[in-house]
Every structure is written in C-alpha cells, then in structure tokens.
C-alpha cells in the first residue's frame, strides 16, 4: 500500500513537473523579449516589410501566409525557411507551397538588417511572425502586440507539410479538424480564412471550381474568372486571381460578403458558407468588420503560440534559410 501511494506521488509529482514546464516555455514568449537585447529590432523589421509591400501589394498577403505556413509545421520555429541541405530536407516543395510560398526574400532582408545591429539574438522565427503584423497592419488590417522569443529549429519536415497544412480542396470538417488539432478553433479558423481578403491564387487551384457548373458559385463571377483560367490543365496554371474580387488590396471583411453571394475563388472559401456550422460566423463578419479584424488579431496570437521553440532549445540562425 505504501509503495502504491509513493508511486501515485511519484506519477502527480511528475504530472506537475511537466505542466509548469510547459508553462515556463509558454511564459518565455513576451512582447518585450528584445526590449534590452535588441531595442530596435520591432522597427527594423517594420522598415524592410513596408519598403517591400510598397512595391508590391500581394506581398502583404504573402508574409501573413508565409507566417502560418511555419506555425503550422512543428510549430512557429521558421523551418518554412530552410532549403535543401545535406542535413535539412525543405518544405518549401510540398504542394502547398511549391511555387505558391513567397517572401522569402523579404524575410531575408528584415533578418539582414537586423543581424546588423544585433548579430545572432533576433530568430527568424520572431521575424515571421513580426512581419506577419506589420503586413496586415500595412493594408489596413488589424495590429496587435506580437509575443516573442521563439527560436529557430534546425531541421525542417515536409512529411508534417504535407499532413498539416490545408488544401483549397478541404472540406469543412477536414479544415475544422485540421485547425483543433493545433489549438484553433472554429471561430479562429474563420478569422484567419479571412486573410483572403488580400492575395491571389493561381488558376490550378480553381480551375476545376469555376467549370464545375454546379450550384456552389455565382455563374457571372464563375464566367468572370474563366476568362483568365483555360478550362485545360495545364494551360494557364500560374496565372493569378484576386482571392477578394472587389478589394484586393484591402483588409477589409469583402471576402466573407462574398461568400454569401457564393463568390469565393477557393473550393475551401466556399465551404465556409455551405449550410454548414461556420455559416452563422461568416455572416457575423460580413456584417461587422470590426469584429473579424479583432478576431482575426487574436487568431494570430494563438497560432504565434504554437509550439515555439524557446529557453535553450533551437538555434538564432543567422541566415533564415540555412542552419549555421
């Protein structure tokens, strides 16, 4: 009996051990991590994401995106970053981002100007999810005050890639499933939907969308978007269509307008508005802009939470794209 009871002490001491672990990690992020080690980080980044967005609008869209992408995959620790090494395998060539993943570069020039003024302590992880912020902010979107410390990891996974970050095929229930599994919600999975306010997508990710026929989309906005679009494949494939026909270049709440009116561009737009259970959300937002651009901050918070690397853990890489 007593070596039961010094066993179940043994087991919640453990449970114990391991939850203020994970608290440690979590308290390790915090919007004044550089305020000593790097004061002028914030704005350094800010200077080279708004010099990059000034000379092409969709990049705010692409830095936003680039952000998820690395959350999404092992966590916020910019392995979305990594080219092929003899020690790292990219992600940047599954389906979801071969070809269609973009701002690297600027992300680049951010970790560039920052290792100037404080070489090896800003991670590019922090970088993309500060960029991700000033971006939205830049278009009209919502700003919001972004935790840091995150770390950078040295290795990358194109097998959780491809398992983990959303098709434009996905069902409801997939995306639903696919976003509870990292932390988000319903709700949250709508907010961040709606950074296809901004952007554009490739014909091969619509295509068969616009010649279905089928009740799903408005046949004038379906006619509209043929026009640039070749029926076959893979004739046209790279060329691009606003996401949010009437605005593209502003964070506004169009795109869920839109989706009432059953134009949106993605087979995973569109499902948002189906007669399913998110319904109800996008005509919150289609009505209150307000609303989706404070849910849409507090969206990315959480997805900036996701399984950071922080303490001793990962690497500062001092090029994004390679391991030191």
Known sequence: MVAATNSLGSRVAL???????????????????????????LSTIRTSVRSAIAKERRMAASLIRLHFHDCFV?????????????TVTSEKFVIQNDNSARGF??????????????PGVVSCADILAVAARDASEYVGGPNWTVKLGRRDSTNGSPSLADRDLPRFTDSLGSLI?????????????????GSHTIGQAQCVTFRDRIYSNGSAIDAGFASTRRRNCPATFPNGNGNLAPLDLVTP??????????????????????????????????????????????????????MGDIEPLTGSAGIIRKVCSRVN
């Open 177 to 193: 499933s696919l976003f509870e599994t990292k932390g988000l919600n319903a709700r949250d999975m709508v907010a961040l939907s």
């Open 249 to 302: 270049n502003s964070f506004d709440n169009n795109y869920f307008k839109n989706l009432l009116q059953k134009k949106g561009l993605l087979e995973s737009d569109q499902v948002l508005f189906s007669g399913g259970s998110t319904d109800s959300i996008v005509s919150e937002y289609s009505k209150n802009p307000s609303l989706f651009k404070s849910d849409f901050a507090t969206a990315m918070i959480k």
């Open 74 to 86: 092992q966590g916020c620790d910019a392995s979305v970053l990594l080219d092929n090494s003899a």
């Open 15 to 41: 449970v114990v051990m391991l939850l203020l672990l994970s608290s440690a990690c979590q308290a390790q992020l915090s919007s004044t991590f550089y305020a000593n080690s790097c004061p002028n980080a």
């Open 105 to 118: 570069e600027v992300i680049e020039q951010a970790k560039s100007a920052v290792e100037n003024i404080c």
